[in-house]
């Protein structure tokens, strides 16, 4: 079946610094990927999306591009802030409405 | 703006009790979900309404009922709450099964005791 396998975290970065986080996948057909971001205390929200190989989603910064040949959807962002601390989900959708999620990947973003 | 509100943001039951969880979504979206989020595991599907009074199971229904008598609202329902069903439950709304984005809610912390 459709599954999303990502990074395990925590993963702890300082102000400014550069961060990855590594999203793989395995599906039959051609999936949409997605990077949706948990802000504490709060919903998931869409934070960018791919729908075809070699897209690039982009949004407040984040990038990330589907790789057909490599099944990946990294997630990057150059310059993280305090403000980018949340749990980030990998996910997919090769169905008519199922979404994959991956384990999730906690980052914590020091002053 | 879509917006989805769930009823309780924080909610404690003993075992055995019945459960309700409450979602409405406000933007006439077709399709409607419950997810439950547990670290290590990601968000599971547990069901899914396709429309009103239209139901499908998804990958964990064992333990869980649901209920879509009208269009923006889609209930949980636990019948007899158990320890394992301690977890934050997620729901979300979609306009419909052509459109892939889902819209959450901001999910309901339940501790069973």
């Known amino acids: 079946g459709d599954s999303v396998t990502q990074m395990e975290g925590p993963v702890t970065l300082s102000e400014e610094a550069f961060l990855t986080i590594n999203c793989t996948y395995t599906?039959?057909?051609?999936?949409?990927l997605f990077w949706y971001v948990q802000y504490p205390g709060e919903g998931l929200q869409l934070l960018l999306k791919?729908?075809?190989?070699?897209d690039k989603g982009s949004n407040k910064g984040f990038e990330a591009t589907y790789r057909k040949e490599t099944t990946s959807f990294h997630l990057e962002k150059g310059s993280v802030q305090v403000s980018d601390s949340a749990v980030y989900f990998c996910?997919?959708?090769?169905?008519?409405?199922?979404?994959?999620f991956g384990a999730g990947t906690t980052v914590t973003v020091r002053a | 703006d879509v917006k989805v509100t769930q009823s309780s943001r924080y909610l404690v039951k003993r075992t055995g009790e019945k459960v309700f969880l409450e979602c409405v979504q406000d933007?006439?979206?077709?399709?409607m979900f419950w997810y439950r989020q547990d670290p290590g595991l990601g968000l599971r599907l547990i069901y899914f309404?396709?429309?009103?009074?239209?139901?499908e199971k998804g990958d964990i229904p064992e333990g869980y009922s649901v209920s879509r008598e009208k269009k923006e609202r889609f209930s949980l329902i636990l019948e007899s709450a158990s320890t394992n069903q301690t977890s934050m439950y997620l729901c979300?709304?979609?306009?419909?099964?052509?459109?892939?984005?889902?819209?959450f809610g901001p999910g309901t912390r339940l501790t069973v005791l």
């Open positions: 599906a039959t057909g051609y999936p949409s």
């Open positions: 791919a729908t075809k190989a070699d």
């Open positions: 996910a997919l959708s090769a169905g008519d409405y199922k979404l994959s």
């Open positions: 933007m006439d979206h077709e399709n």
């Open positions: 309404s396709y429309d009103v009074k239209m139901k």
């Open positions: 979300a709304s979609r306009s419909g099964p052509r459109v892939v984005e889902q819209f």
